[in-house]
């Protein structure tokens, strides 16, 4: 038996069994701090995700409540009997606004037709003025213009065709003196500021120190009326309409002062 001992290698020293040398794997301090923070961000996006999802949860719950509620028969009934009331309600309020404007439309008229038995412009325009301070007459400023303007061109055109025994329709007939002063600054001012206005071709003669500021050129006397009353508007009343001829005869002949810019009569 002892030569079988011996062939197992029993008896011979051991040796050393082979074992790898053992290696240590060292993480950069970078590496574990890029690491960390990424595993925090995932974190937070699965956590906002979760807290998303509860919210959207919770409403669908709450819309589902509600939905349950107004879908009950009692309610579905108290509804109809809500829109009910609120339907007539407005059906009457509609219908109530309707016949209270009808009434004002009918008040308005009245107050309209009553201005209109005034004698002359000037008591016609003062009335509607007067009654749309106070409140009585409630159009807009621009329809409250137009009656004014049509009674003043109506009036205008009568009197003056009376008076030249004609319609005015002879080139250059009428001439608008829209301001007269003894003053040279206030007369350039009045002609600038119709120049920049409508009326490009206002200037201003001058005689003896009186200053007219002039419109000229007017064939008809509806035209000269609306202007007229525009001037009026700007400058007050005391615009006034000539004949060329009278016109004429007060400056027979002028010269243009370009540094005053005023026609000099001679």
Known sequence: MLWFFLFLGIGRPLRPIYSPPKTHVIMDDDKKFELELRRFELDAQIKSAELELKKKETELKAEEQRSKKYSSPLMLSILAGFISIMTGII????????????????????????????????????????????????????????????????????????????????????????????????????????????FKDAKTWVKDGDFKTVITGYTTLPNMAEDLFEVREQFGAGATVLEASAFKQWCPNSVWNEQKKVFECL
């Not at 409140?135 to 004014?148: A, D, I, Q, S, V």
């Not at 009674?151 to 009197?159: A, I, K, L, M, Y």
């Not at 080139?171 to 600054?185: L, P, R």
């Open 91 to 198: 059906t009457n309020y509609t219908e109530n606004l309707n016949n209270i404007k009808l009434e004002e439309k009918k008040f308005q008229s009245s107050l309209l037709l009553k201005a209109t038995e005034a004698k002359n412009y000037d008591d016609f325009s003062n009335m509607l003025i007067t009654l749309h301070e106070n409140g009585l007459l409630t159009l807009p400023e621009n329809k409250l213009k137009t009656f004014r303007k049509n009674r003043f061109v109506s009036e205008q055109v009568q009197q003056l065709a009376q008076n030249s025994g004609g319609t005015g329709e002879q080139k250059n007939q009428w001439v608008i003196v829209a301001n007269s002063t003894g003053n040279a600054a206030k007369a350039g001012e009045v002609a600038s500021a119709l120049q920049q206005g409508a």
